[in-house]
């Protein structure tokens, strides 16, 4: 069966067309995301439908997703809102023993308005963004808080991070139409707009996904069409995954990740607004407010704690033996070994962090002996105590099975 399903048959021709329209959204560059200030799990929480489903000609799941790929968005500005719920638990006091470990490694040196230091702020709960841009060179996203606001702004070949709580700023260079999709000055693959997360879902279509149009909506004042996609195998957490095709422009102005277990959305990403009108010159304009203390990029410092922390990961990448891939589409997992031992047993001597590690784990026993199911609501991570580790968007009875069938 071709992996595209909709009220209109698809041939293996048209099935063919279908993954070649997929590739071009999948390299599909929106101006918005030029500056991406979200981590993967970031989402965009839509606008809720202000009217009854609008009344669009019929479409085929091809032909929605060769309009996704044949958008050619340049200017636009809006608000979006984020969400994101991963069931993660509170962190409480281990944020501020993150905080102070920092401050003691060094990590007074850093800046507040490094791009880097807020992602985390929009890994979980809601939060409002501004955002505008005009064509690939120039865009601007501010997070709006209650009492301050952070602005990320990308002008030529200047970008500049304002923190307005702390009245610091931080200052990079980038080349001239040279920052791709997706990423921050500082090569991160970040995504941060519904198009974004939108060209990630569709890399992942293949033969285990059913893709179809379902119906309409209205998106932040606009028609738009629903493309879902759904895998078609059981085992995996994610449940499904619905797209808010703009109709005029082909834009995707939401993008929704339900999980398997239902309940609320894990990925919740959408426009409350939105224009397509050139926006003003000044809005991309940016002078250091009198008084702030400016960072430049290379002068920026990490603290010691978090370089010794990278040492330790790269040199554990190194060693990884045997990585490979478990399964196909959806559930796939991904098998390494670490060389090493898995979570360690006992008290590591920080009450916070044993009580976050275990909030997270659950002790499991298999073929493989035994280890840690470490769990969100979307991706899982199996750790043996001896130092090998599965991990996928599948479900922990999933990874038990996959570690079992590897002895």
Known sequence: MAPYESDHSTNADEAEDVRTGRRKAARYVVPVA??????????????LADSGDPDLPKISAQQLIEKIAKSDVQQLSGTVKISTDLG???LGGLESSFASGAVQGGGSDGS????????LELATGTHTL???ADGPD???????????EYSLIHNGTDVWGYDSKSNEVYHSTAPKSGTEKGQTEKGQDVPATPQELADEALKAVDDTTSVTVDGTAQVAGRDAYKLLIKPKQSGSTVGAITIA????TGLPLKFTLTPASGGAAVVDAGFTKVDFSKPAASTFDFTPPKGAKVTEGDDVKAPESAKKSDEDLGAGLDGLEGLKTIGEGWNSIAEFDTGGEGVPSGSSGNGD??????SLGDQVTGKFGSGTVFSTRLVNALITDDGKVYAGAVTKDALVKAANAAQ
């Open 130 to 132: 501004r955002v505008a």
């Open 88 to 90: 993660l638990p509170d």
């Open 34 to 47: 030029v500056m991406g200030v979200a981590a993967v799990t970031i989402g965009l929480v839509p606008a």
């Open 353 to 358: 962090v044993d009580g976050f590690l275990n």
């Open 112 to 119: 507040s308005a490094d791009p880097s230091s807020k992602l």
């Open 138 to 148: 120039k865009s601007k996203v501010s997070l709006l808080d209650s009492a301050a």
């Open 245 to 248: 095709v703009d109709s005029k």
